[in-house]
């Protein structure tokens, strides 16, 4: 088996500083194709930049056809997204870079803590720290919320 590890530098997303990171992706095999403008990491991918940590199956980057800045990049197949104490997962993650947007479809969760929501999809705008969680008639939108500070049942436990 082939471990691949090659580093490529994302554009930041519009109004957000990337400090200059470069992702670093981990994977059994690459596949580089010139002509489609894409690189795609197939086998346990590990994809790293600054605090965010994506984990799986596939990895698709694209390229604009001008300046070869990364456009956009596809997560496919058992996606886990780590940053701090939040984890998403999902069957697949779109991350446009131009629209600062990730969405994850394919069973999505996330999770902080012990808090959680769910949906058909989720929508993250990582320059404006919003999402946004839909559902459908046969995905409703799930939240589980603890509430804190003063006032918690396990607040006045000894």
Known sequence: ?????????????????????????????????????????????????????????RLVVHYAEKGGDVEKVEALGNVRIVQSNRIGTAQHADYNTKDGKIVLTGSPKVVQGKDMVSGSEITYFVNEEKSVVTGTSKTRVEAVIYPKGKGRNDAAKP
């Open 1 to 57: 088996m082939l471990l691949v590890s090659v580093t490529v530098s994302f554009a930041a997303a519009p109004g957000k500083d990337s400090g200059g990171q470069p992702i670093v992706i981990k994977s059994n095999e690459l596949q580089a194709d010139s002509k489609a403008r894409t690189a795609t990491f197939v086998g346990q991918v590990v994809a790293k930049q600054d605090d965010i940590t994506i984990h799986t199956d």
